[in-house]
């Protein structure tokens, strides 16, 4: 029998990936070949590495901005350049099918397949399409959504909703381990901070103005992104990582409160966990604004508070986070309610019957 191979493809932010990472030990264990396209120098490539078994190849991306840059008159042929490197690598592994999580890196993959024949399944985590989504979903034959919402933005017959897939490593956290590496106790609630897999000068600034203040309520677990620990606030109670992968399960087992951007699959999967959080979504002037109607939309739900970014300071992070442990209980009830769905096995299942 011949092996089954695959093209995963997704970039330029850690949630862009992390679905390929629930998804691709399926296929691994299933015996499918599994590759990699993704940029030469993007977080997809340190979170790809890792794992055995599969093959990352680096390809030329350009960067879809909205706003004027001189970068965006090299971009058209980045983009072109990482096309026709798609188009080779793919007529090579001749895959059955290709799935792309998004991320400008997925553009050029998603063209070539399509010159290739080669059908194309995409995963759009947002509650609405973003530019690299918008521009790849013409050359895909699916189009799967997180949020029931997004489908009023997709073309009807490639549209489904199938819910939000959520890595299964973060339920087997261990809280032992947890404790040991951040010597912290059981005694005090453990407020974990991350601003996203880059980091966020902002949300770091803020924290560590408040930290006397938060440290009197709380032990802080702060992932503050590449180069930015500040060893002058070391203290107990309070650690810093720049980005933490495989121990992020055992320090959620350990977390009581969130705070965190409002990036879809990391509040899906700390909605799976039962984590109230504090929402401090990426501004219009930063983003497209995907994330502020992502937080919206968990707020409504009774799973989240917000604290938009043109209103963050020390004292409102402080203000807000207090206000979180307050309503944790009544939080956490309305958590207790909303039942993952059985999205992976979906997005699997769907994948192999574009294969076939």
């Known amino acids: 029998m011949t092996t089954k191979q695959i093209i995963f493809t997704g ?25 990699y396209i993704g940029s030469k120098d993007g977080i997809e490539k340190d979170l790809m590495e890792p794992l055995e078994g599969v093959t990352y190849h680096p390809i030329s991306t350009g960067k879809l901005r909205r706003y004027f840059s001189k970068e ?38 998603l063209v070539a397949a399509r010159m290739k024949g080669v059908p194309a399944v995409i995963h759009e985590s947002d509650f609405t ?63 974990l901070i991350m601003g996203g897999s880059a980091g966020s000068q902002k949300i770091n600034q803020a924290v560590r103005e408040g930290l006397e ?44 409160l969130v705070c965190s951007r409002a990036g879809a699959n990391a509040i899906f999967e700390f909605l799976a966990l039962n984590k109230p959080m504090l929402l401090i979504p990426l501004s219009r002037q930063a983003s497209r604004g995907d994330q502020i109607v992502n937080a919206q939309s968990f ?31 009544e939080i956490k009830d309305k958590m207790n309610q909303y039942r993952s769905s059985e999205a992976k096995q979906k997005v699997i299942e769907i994948i192999k019957k574009q294969a076939n």
Request: proline content about 4%; some cysteine; hydrophobic content about 40%.
């Open 11 to 35: 970039g330029g932010t850690a949630g862009h990936v992390m679905v390929n990472l629930a998804i691709i030990p399926a296929f691994l264990k299933d015996g499918w070949t599994v590759d």
């Open 72 to 109: 965006n008159f090299k971009d058209p042929f980045k983009v072109l350049k990482g096309t026709w490197q798609a188009h080779r690598i793919i007529g090579k592994k001749k895959p059955a099918v290709i799935f792309s999580k998004g991320g400008f890196v997925s553009v050029p993959v």
């Open 129 to 191: 399409p973003g530019l690299a989504n918008k521009l790849a979903i013409p050359f895909a034959k699916k189009v799967l959504a997180t949020f029931p919402e997004t489908v009023k933005y997709l073309p009807e017959q490639k549209a489904e909703w199938i819910g939000a897939v959520v890595r299964e490593e973060l339920f087997t956290g261990n809280r032992e381990k947890g404790f040991a590496m951040t010597a912290f106790t059981s005694q005090k609630n453990v407020l």
């Open 213 to 256: 203040d938060l440290l009197n309520q709380f032990q802080v677990i702060h992932i503050c992104g590449k180069d930015n620990i500040d060893e002058t606030y070391a203290q107990e109670g309070y650690v810093q990582y720049e980005y933490v992968q495989d121990e992020l399960k055992d320090l959620l087992a350990i977390t009581d």
């Open 299 to 329: 707020e409504k739900q009774g799973y989240a508070k917000v604290l938009e970014e043109e209103n963050l300071s020390t004292e409102s992070l402080v203000a807000s986070l207090l206000e979180l442990k307050k309503d944790k209980f």
